[in-house]
């Protein structure tokens, strides 16, 4: 069974920085690639940032600038994926969440979810 487990978060005044950090294990075939979402009650979950096996990077516009995604795929049997989050805004609270995009034969890659974290920015 694929495992997702996310640590970091919390809270912090606005212009602060807090990092999130995500490991997933546990998979037979590898991945393809790991992203950040988010969330807020109401709306749907939105991509903030993702990461490709061969390191190519994707951002929101929102995070631009800002935020930077960053992974250690070195050990076949784990990847580690971090987001780094600088000058934070009230805009940034939201339950954040890491997906592991998994190999699996015969169907591609499957997304798995962590259990999500919040992060609260106060003005």
């Known amino acids: 069974q694929v495992r997702v487990v996310q640590s970091g978060g919390g809270s912090v005044q606005a212009g602060g920085s807090l990092k999130l950090s995500c490991e997933a294990s546990?998979?037979?075939?590898?991945?393809?690639?790991m992203a950040w979402y988010r969330q807020t009650p109401g709306k749907e979950r939105e991509l903030v940032s993702s990461?490709?096996?061969?390191?190519?990077?994707?951002?929101?516009d929102s995070v631009k600038g800002r935020f930077t995604i960053s992974q250690d795929n070195q050990d076949a049997e784990k990847n580690t994926l971090s987001l780094q989050m600088i000058s934070l805004k009230s805009d940034d609270t939201a339950v954040y969440y890491c997906?592991?995009?998994?190999?699996?034969?015969?169907?591609?890659?499957?997304?798995?979810w962590g259990q999500g974290t919040q992060v609260t920015v106060s003005s």
């Open positions: 997906a592991a995009e998994v190999r699996r034969p015969g169907i591609g890659c499957f997304k798995y």
């Open positions: 546990e998979y037979l075939y590898g991945t393809c690639g």
């Open positions: 990461i490709k096996d061969d390191g190519t990077t994707r951002y929101a």
